[in-house]
């Protein structure tokens, strides 16, 4: 039976843990079985990361009991694109299978201020092999094989960040960390039906990140909704010493979803061209809102 945590929202999640109804550690436990025994049909895991996981997982429950409360991403299990680099023996393939053990001796930055707030690292998720920088046109160029779609198993989930797409969309994490050069995590966000925030150029920093382009590569979170991505991001943005490229704009993300409606801009004459059956859907359900007005598709920040 699927454990009740499975598929809860963030904020859901964070009063859960806050108030102590459920422990990091059974968190924790809960998504690395999932990782461990439903990963591998969706081709979504590079590595699982376990020993990592329960460390920073009893670290978390110790804080907590102590009354030391990081905020909403304390306890909250995540994944990683395997671009992103991990310490402590970790690999990061970069997608690639002569890299298989590659591995570094620091933290990405995104990774080390995750960490910060209290998240813990379950895994790192599959990705199309050097983000695409070979070429791509097919889901196959992926060494743990095509990323497959967990509402339609004969589909892709899209790329390049097809296991950080796959692993949140099938509940094998609550969220995860994607990049995108030109579309990699709202071309995935789509197809799999979950949220994904492409923030702007310079909002976070790349550090410890495999660069496809300087000037386009930018990191965000996939989630089960936008909210959970605008908490993510509260957490990972910011200026950065190490990428000279980041902005010095604050950015803070304090929305009650009860209170605020989300709205969204559509370009003029965005379906001109498109094919009759994307034309259609996209005229009744321009937002990718779903009838209870949930917002599931990508959006950018």
């Not at 994607?178 to 579309?183: K, Y």
């Not at 496809?212 to 996939?222: A, E, M, N, T, V």
């Not at 498109?274 to 259609?280: H, I, K, L």
Request: charged residues 15%.
């Amino acid at each position: 039976m699927t454990s009740p945590v499975v598929f809860m929202p963030i904020r859901e999640l964070q009063t859960l843990v806050q108030t102590r109804q459920v422990s990091p550690v059974e968190l924790a436990e809960t998504f690395l079985a999932r990782l461990e025994t439903l990963g591998p049909q969706y081709n979504a895991v590079v590595t699982v990361t376990r020993e990592r996981a329960l460390q920073q997982a009893r670290q978390a429950e110790r804080d907590i009991a102590a009354g030391h409360y990081k905020g909403p991403l304390h306890g909250i299990p995540y994944g990683a694109k395997d671009l992103l680099a991990t310490s402590g023996g970790i690999p990061t393939t970069w997608g690639a299978a002569p890299l298989r053990h590659q591995q570094f001796d620091y933290d990405a930055t995104v990774v080390r201020r995750l960490a910060e707030a209290g998240a813990v690292l379950v895994a790192k998720l599959a990705m199309v092999e050097l983000a695409g920088g070979m070429g791509y046109r097919q889901p196959h160029a992926s060494f743990t094989g095509p990323g497959i779609n967990p509402w339609d198993r004969t589909t892709w989930s899209g790329g390049s960040s097809s296991g950080s797409a796959s692993a949140v969309s099938a509940g094998l994490v609550p969220f995860a960390i994607g990049s995108e050069t030109w579309g990699s995590i709202l071309s995935p966000a789509s197809h799999c039906g979950i949220a994904g925030l492409r923030p702007t150029y310079g909002r976070v920093s790349r550090y410890g990140a495999m660069a496809l382009s300087w000037s386009l590569d930018k990191l965000g979170p996939l989630g089960l909704t936008a909210d959970d991505c605008g908490l993510v991001l509260e957490a990972i943005a910011g200026p950065d010493p190490l990428d000279p490229t980041t902005t010095n704009r604050p950015y803070t993300y304090a929305v009650d979803p009860t209170e605020k409606r989300w709205r969204f801009g559509v370009l003029k004459g965005v379906t001109a061209g498109v094919d009759e059956a994307v034309r259609s859907h996209f005229a009744h359900n321009p937002s990718g809102a779903d009838p209870g007005g949930q917002y599931r598709g990508g959006c950018i920040a």
